[in-house]
């Protein structure tokens, strides 16, 4: 079964340090993996996916296929990444993760 | 075209009665997506359409519930005898094929609560 683990609910970090969201999953093949964000009163977007290898907004996500993960990391974080984050996998339908709350303080 | 609408956004039942809802997607996107979220859980997947055909329903898809895509444009979700729980977000999402890849657009959402 498609399964994605998010285990943080929140994350709070100050202006400035590091972040990392961590994100676990279970597929039988090769995943496609995505990030999406939703930031307050704004509705879902994707931020990232895997197989492009880009960085969007100062983010990046490298796939573990050895230790089936795809954390989602930024060094440094600005109050305008505090936001709902979620993992996702799929190729048609989406399975989501919980979702981890990044809330950044100056 | 200002990307995914769905309407209403918020809607209040009583237990028992049908609500629909509808979703307009981006207009030259052939696939359309029915998620629900509840609190504190991520989108759920519920049936997509790829045109007017319906490919796929996930098992959280009740007999009460039903979807169509008509003319292959909006589509409409329909949940008959509502319970409490089927209070949840209900969104929508489209898109269009891009190379392999298939980039989903949400829609804002319709808030649905039974009471």
């Known amino acids: 079964a498609q399964r994605v683990t998010q285990p943080e609910k929140l994350l709070s970090v100050f202006k400035g340090a590091p972040v990392e969201l961590k994100c676990n999953y279970s597929y039988s093949g090769s995943p496609e993996l995505f990030w999406y964000v939703q930031y307050s009163r704004q509705r879902l977007q994707l931020l990232l996916r895997h197989i492009s290898r880009e960085s969007i907004k100062g983010f990046t996500a490298d796939l573990n296929k050895g230790e089936t993960s795809f954390h989602l990391k930024k060094p440094f974080a600005q109050e305008e990444d505090s936001a709902m984050y979620y993992c996702a996998l799929g190729f048609q339908k989406l399975v989501f993760g919980t979702g981890t709350r990044l809330l950044v303080s100056p | 075209d200002t990307g995914v609408s769905q309407d209403p956004r918020h809607k209040i039942t009583k237990r028992g009665q049908n609500v629909t809802f509808r979703c307009d997607p981006i207009?030259?996107?052939?696939?359309l997506y029915w998620y629900r979220q509840t609190l504190g859980q991520g989108p759920e997947f519920l049936t997509y359409f790829q045109n007017e055909a319906q490919l796929e329903k996930s098992r959280l898809l009740s007999d009460r519930f039903s979807a169509e895509r008509p003319k292959g444009s909006f589509s409409t979700l329909e949940i008959q005898r509502t319970e409490q729980g089927d209070s949840a977000m209900y969104l929508c999402?489209?898109?269009?094929?891009?190379?392999?890849?298939?980039?989903?657009?949400f829609g804002p959402g319709t808030r649905l609560t039974v009471t």
């Open positions: 207009s030259e996107h052939n696939r």
């Open positions: 999402a489209s898109s269009s094929r891009q190379g392999k890849f298939y980039e989903q657009y």
